[in-house]
Every structure is written in C-alpha cells, then in structure tokens.
C-alpha cells in the first residue's frame, strides 16, 4: 500500500473507498467534491448508524480490497450507464451536486442523532 500525501494535486477520486491517516489515527471515508470544496465522508466500520462529515487526512491509500471489488460508489442517471462521481460530476453537474447535499444532508442528521442520545 502506498501512502499519497494530500495536496491538491493529487485528490483521491470521488467516491473512492480510501484508508485515511492523520495524527496517528486511521479511519476509512469517501470524498467528494461540492462547490469547489471536498468534502470528506466518514465510511462506519460496522455498517450501522450512517456516516460522518470528517476532517481531511494528511495522508490517504486506496483501500486494497479482495476479489473484483473497486471501492468505488457509482451511480447511473435513468438509463444511462454507471459513472464514478468525478465523471457524473463533469457529464451532469447538476444532479453531482444534488446527490453530494444529500450526502451531506444525510451525515449531518446523523451526527445530531448521535448527539441527542448522549
């Protein structure tokens, strides 16, 4: 596994599984890009309670998974065919933008659940 340090030159993909690395903690998120910004989303270990908005590591590497899995989120518009988010967003900026704010949307009803039960 190689570890690429961020910059903004070289983003990992949108909707990319990817390992993330800052101050010595490890987590596994997908970023995305809205209105000129990324937005980096927290991917939960255990499959429950939905995602987080997190921070953006120092560091990331694609995830190495096993089999014919990519990582990669994709999404189709109507009949049309699959497409990674950095091709949906250069193909269909509107509805890229529209499916990233529910994702955020999505992530921070999540987080005022977990803070309402505390």
Not at 16 to 42: A, M, N, P, Q, T
Request: proline letters at 5%.
């Amino acid at each position: 596994m190689e570890w690429i340090k961020l910059s903004k030159y070289n983003l990992p993909p949108q909707g990319l599984k990817i390992l993330c690395f800052k101050e010595g903690d490890l987590w596994v998120c997908r970023r995305f890009s809205y209105e000129g910004h990324s937005i980096w989303i927290e991917i939960p270990y255990g499959g429950k309670g939905g995602s987080n908005l997190t921070d953006e590591p120092d560091y990331w590497a694609q995830v190495e998974l096993l089999g014919s899995y990519t990582g990669f989120m994709k999404v189709g518009i109507d009949d049309g065919p699959i497409l990674t988010f950095d091709e949906l967003e250069e193909k269909h900026p509107d509805e890229h933008r529209e499916f990233v704010q529910q994702l955020i949307c999505k992530s921070c009803n999540t987080i005022r659940k977990r803070s309402n039960a505390m």
